[in-house]
T-cell receptor
Framework: DQQVKQNSPSLSVQEGRISILNCDYTNSMFDYFLWYKKYPAEGPTFLISISSIKDKNEDGRFTVFLNKSAKHLSLHIVPSQPGDSAVYFCAARTGNQFYFGTGTSLTVIP | KAGVTQTPRYLIKTRGQQVTLSCSPISGHRSVSWYQQTPGQGLQFLFEYFSETQRNKGNFPGRFSGRQFSNSRSEMNVSTLELGDSALYLC????????????FGSGTRLTVV
């Protein structure tokens, strides 16, 4: 049972434009959400996180939005750069366990 | 400081064999967790160890097991390999269980033929 879902396997965006990656979850007990970025042949690296008590967290070009009523999480990258091309995983935490989405492959076109 | 080190990077095994994967966490990190990544399922949690004790376990059969040593290094073992076990196995370390922002290793790519 996939408790965290990323319904878009891939996304292509022009350099300089906004990239929006989406994530939906089903478990209302999740209290912390994270985004990871993964390049080929490397492990995921932590990107940005948000607590369930907040609805927005910003770090440079990256902003994560949380809509608890809709159980929806999104990552905005502005402006998108070619180096942002990677697979992005969202993850949610309950207790000491993390649940991951299947990932969205972002391609930023120069 | 050195990152999370996983060995070997690549492995090819035949069905029915067993395999052991190794993970050395970042110095000072006492929690190690293991994940299986497949194209269709994304990252699936296997188990987490802290102070040589398994703290959490995902929904995997008993063929998947692990352990953690006193120096926090961890091993994962898969017995009676099946074709469906082919995946990238990732290890992540953190200071404590449930700590935010795990640091992942590069993974071990296991191919079962």
């Amino acid at each position: 049972d996939q408790q965290v879902k990323q319904n878009s396997p891939s996304l292509s965006v022009q350099e300089g434009r906004i990239s929006i990656l989406n994530c939906d979850y089903t478990n209302s007990m999740f209290d912390y959400f994270l985004w990871y970025k993964k390049y080929p042949a490397e492990g995921p690296t932590f990107l940005i996180s948000i607590s369930s008590i907040k609805d927005k967290n910003e770090d440079g070009r990256f902003t994560v939005f949380l809509n608890k009523s809709a159980k929806h999480l999104s990552l905005h990258i502005v402006p998108s750069q070619p180096g942002d091309s990677a697979v992005y995983f969202c993850a949610a935490r309950t207790g000491n366990q993390f649940y991951f989405g299947t990932g969205t492959s972002l391609t930023v076109i120069p | 400081k050195a990152g999370v080190t996983q060995t070997p990077r690549y492995l090819i095994k035949t069905r029915g064999q067993q395999v052991t994967l190794s993970c050395s966490p970042i110095s000072g990190h006492r929690s190690v967790s293991w994940y299986q990544q497949t194209p269709g399922q994304g990252l699936q949690f296997l188990f987490e160890y802290f102070s040589e004790t398994q703290r959490n376990k995902g929904n995997f059969p008993g063929r998947f097991s692990g352990r953690q040593f006193s120096n926090s290094r961890s091993e994962m073992n898969v017995s009676t390999l099946e074709l469906g076990d082919s995946a990238l196995y990732l290890c992540a370390s953190s200071v404590d269980p449930g700590a935010y922002g795990y640091t992942f290793g590069s993974g071990t790519r296991l191919t079962v033929v």
